[in-house]
C-alpha cells in the first residue's frame, strides 16, 4: 500500500488527459476547493453508481464551493464513452500509469473476487484552494459514498 495523504499536508500537483485529450492540472483549481475521487474502472457498476451519485449531487457541491474531479487508469476513449453514457458533467482524468493514484495513496492491494491484486483503492480526498488536504478517506464504498460525505462536509 502506498502512503496515504495526511490531513494538513499539502497533496502532489498533477496534470492528467480528460476525456478530451485535455490536459487538466490541479493547479487550475487553485483558490477552489475540490473533491479528487479514485475509481478503479469506467463503467464498472460500482464506479458507474459512485460517478452518477456525484453527477446527481454537483450543483449542490458546487453550490457550497466543492468542485469535483475522478481520475481512473482508464484511457481517454474510455472515459469519453463512460462520460457519454452517463451524461457525466464533471471531469474525469486518466492516470493510466497510476503515477498519480500512487502519489495520493490510492494505489494497492485489495481483495477482488477472493483474489489479491494490485490496483485503484476507491479513495476520496478533499482539498482547500491551496491544495492542502482537508479530508482523505481510503477504502471507501461506492453505495452512499456521496451522500456520507456531504455529511462530513456539511453540505
Not at 487538466?24 to 458507474?48: E, H, M, Q, W
Not at 495520493?104 to 489479491?116: C, H, P, R, S, T
Amino acid at each position: 500500500m502506498t502512503q496515504k495523504l495526511l490531513v494538513g499536508t499539502q497533496a502532489p500537483d498533477f496534470a492528467l488527459l480528460d476525456a478530451d485529450g485535455t490536459k487538466v492540472s490541479l493547479s487550475d483549481y487553485r483558490g477552489r476547493n475540490v473533491i479528487v475521487y479514485f475509481y478503479p474502472k469506467a463503467a464498472t457498476p460500482g464506479c458507474t453508481t459512485e460517478a452518477c451519485d456525484f453527477r446527481d449531487n454537483l450543483a449542490s457541491l458546487q453550490g457550497n464551493g466543492y468542485d469535483v474531479i475522478g481520475i481512473s487508469p482508464d484511457g481517454p476513449e474510455a472515459l469519453a464513452k463512460f462520460t457519454g453514457e452517463f451524461a457525466l458533467t464533471f471531469p474525469l482524468l486518466s492516470d493510466e500509469d497510476h503515477k498519480v493514484a500512487l502519489a495520493y495513496g490510492a494505489w494497492g492491494e485489495k481483495l477482488v473476487d477472493g483474489e489479491i491484486v494490485e490496483g485503484i483503492v476507491r479513495s476520496t480526498v478533499v482539498l482547500d484552494g491551496e491544495g492542502t488536504v482537508q479530508l482523505a478517506q481510503y477504502q471507501v464504498s461506492a453505495q452512499g459514498h456521496v451522500q456520507a460525505l456531504k455529511e462530513e462536509l456539511g453540505v
